[in-house]
Nanobody, 114 residues
Framework: QVQLVESGGGLVQPGGSLTLSCAAS????????MSWYRQAPGKLRTLIAG????????SYANSVKGRFTISRDNAKNTVYLQMNSLTPEDTAVYYC???????WGQGTQVTVSS
């Protein structure tokens, strides 16, 4: 079955950077677009970045555009989210997802605080 395992979260100071990883299995990763979502406390889970199956097309929510970069390594069945210039408003649990499937991983917590 589809499995998604996010990692790389943690506590970072404002202005800092983190790179999240999501290891995927149970489906043909290289044939599927991938997305990153996040859910802040008390808020809905929202889509923040997407990447096409070969990586040639990427899209971002306005809230992260210019600061976050989504990428993928199809040889490793892994999608990444490079996050720069982090602010406290980026504090959330971050999830990856293959849009074609309903499965979610456990997420990884990102906390931006001084």
């Amino acid at each position: 079955q589809v499995q998604l395992v996010e990692s790389g979260g943690g506590l970072v100071q404002p202005g800092g950077s983190l790179t999240l990883s999501c290891a995927a299995s149970g489906f043909t990763f290289s044939s599927n677009a991938m997305s990153w979502y996040r859910q802040a406390p008390g808020k809905l889970r929202t889509l923040i970045a997407g990447i096409s199956s070969a990586g040639g097309n990427r899209s971002y929510a306005n809230s992260v555009k210019g600061r976050f970069t989504i990428s993928r390594d199809n040889a490793k069945n892994t999608v990444y989210l490079q996050m720069n210039s982090l602010t406290p408003e980026d504090t959330a649990v971050y999830y990856c997802k293959a849009p074609r499937f309903d499965s979610w991983g456990q997420g990884t917590q990102v906390t931006v605080s001084s």
